[in-house]
């Protein structure tokens, strides 16, 4: 997770879900948890360059879970605290790691805290670790789930 304050945690909403608190949220989930529209999630993705969820195929987004605290931070600016864009902006850039890339991907491919390789260039290669972090997260939930449905 990208260099964030403590209140920039307390902000992000608590998802009810079932899913695991690191799984990824659609647009849709994200926008009804802060109660927002998507349209306005959308606009503050080209307002907020650091604001960036994953994209899939058709352009579906997929919001990490440092993308859903961005955008906690954010609605709290904007509409808690009342800055303007440019002013939410400029306060998050002077925060100093925030406007920084997401964090670096890592992944329970062998071990629960193996950090994945990552590239320099952000090519392709950088997606397809992200969707293998995303599977390993995936594969991680469901060997829990049956370990529990076993148990019983």
């Given at each position: ?5 403590i ?5 992000a909403?608590v ?13 849709g989930e ?18 907020f ?19 859903v ?6 609605n ?7 800055y303007?864009?440019k ?6 850039q ?6 920084a890339a997401p ?12 950090p994945v ?9 950088d ?6 972090r995303i599977l390993?997260?995936?594969?991680h939930?469901i060997r829990?789930?049956?370990?529990a449905?076993?148990?019983?």
């Amino acid at each position: 997770m990208p260099a964030s304050s403590i209140s920039d945690l307390q902000d992000a909403p608590v998802f009810d879900d079932g899913k695991a608190p690191e799984a990824l949220r659609t647009i849709g989930e994200v926008a009804k948890a802060l109660g927002l529209k998507q349209h306005v999630l959308r606009y503050w993705e080209e307002q907020f360059p650091m604001l960036r969820p994953l994209t899939r195929a058709g352009g579906r987004r997929y919001y990490r879970p440092e993308d859903v605290a961005l955008v906690a931070t954010i609605n709290r600016l904007l509409h808690g605290e009342g800055y303007t864009i440019k002013g939410a902006r400029q306060a998050l850039q002077s925060k100093g790691g925030v406007a920084a890339a997401p964090a670096e991907p890592q992944a329970e491919l062998h071990a629960p805290d193996a950090p994945v390789p990552t590239l320099a260039h952000g090519g392709p290669e950088d997606e397809v670790v992200e969707a293998l972090r995303i599977l390993a997260g995936h594969l991680h939930t469901i060997r829990e789930r049956l370990a529990a449905a076993l148990a019983d």
